[in-house]
């Protein structure tokens, strides 16, 4: 142990970057073998981070992150939380990329602490050729470790570029380049030199600043999201309805616009009291809050995705069911 060095924890939870594939060119079955690397096993293929941090570490979860669900968020949020108040100075979490954002932007709202927590996961299995897990999960280290990433929130980093939680959305199905931050651009880089460069910041409330909390939760309120498409209906609105969501999310098209009849029906659940956001199935840009959405008792997303609107409106829900205050609660977040 190097004293100089910060000490940094990974929280390893399966995903891509811990996955073994049949051969060098298994990039996109290795999932159903079922086997992975430890993060004891991923940490010996990085010799370099030894000059980087004290690293310790666990295996939280072993699973591919398309069944992580919000009860693991919680654990996640508790576990970071109670380490970053132990004395640990930064935290990697190793995650899949298929929902890396979900969980990104749920921790980036509920952590307590001003120290850099990232995420990171790969495209491409340890196992397969040109693998980007080995400089992915350094990358994260050398950020966690790094004094010009505190205050930040939450990051996730792939391909040496760092993205903030709140923006940092999976836009290829298949290419290591894949998280983008919307019409905003990433954060900054981390690169062979080792150094980690912020150019930006997101200014929108997070981490210590947040009043969200999860403390003494086992669960979230049930929240869902229906996308809209040409000659949609009400037919799945409605089942939202009888599944007793506590909350919709509806994915319009571009500026938040939907067919007559699924609009109908959106409003029949914002009548019952279910509050109900719009958002788009377009990836960029914001849904306007018009005068006649207001009166119609709608909510809007700003420039969220439609799965980062349902992590807000579950936390908001945690906290008040007034509409206007979750209006309120998606402009400062
Ligand atoms: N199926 C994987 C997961 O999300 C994809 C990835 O990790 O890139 O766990």
New binding site residues.
Partial sequence: MNKKLPKVHIIAT????S?IGANRLDYTQY?DTGNRYTIEQLIERIPEVKNVANLTYENLLA????NITPKDWLVIAERANTLLQDGIDGIVITH?????EETAYFLHLTIKSNKPVVLT???RPPSSMSTDADINLLDAIRIASSGNAQNMGVMGVLNNQIHSAREIIKMNTLRVDTFQSNDLGFLGFVDSDGQVIFYRNSIKTHTYESEFSTQGLDQLPRVDIVVAYSGGDGLLIDAVKKNESQGLILAGFGSGTLPTVMKDSALELVKCGIPVVLASRSIMGRIVLTEKLRDEGFITCDNLSPQKARILLMLSLLQTSDTQKIRDLFEKY
């Fill in positions: 399966g995903g891509t970057i996955g999932s699973t591919g992150s398309t899949g990329t298929a929902t890396l996961g790969a495209m």
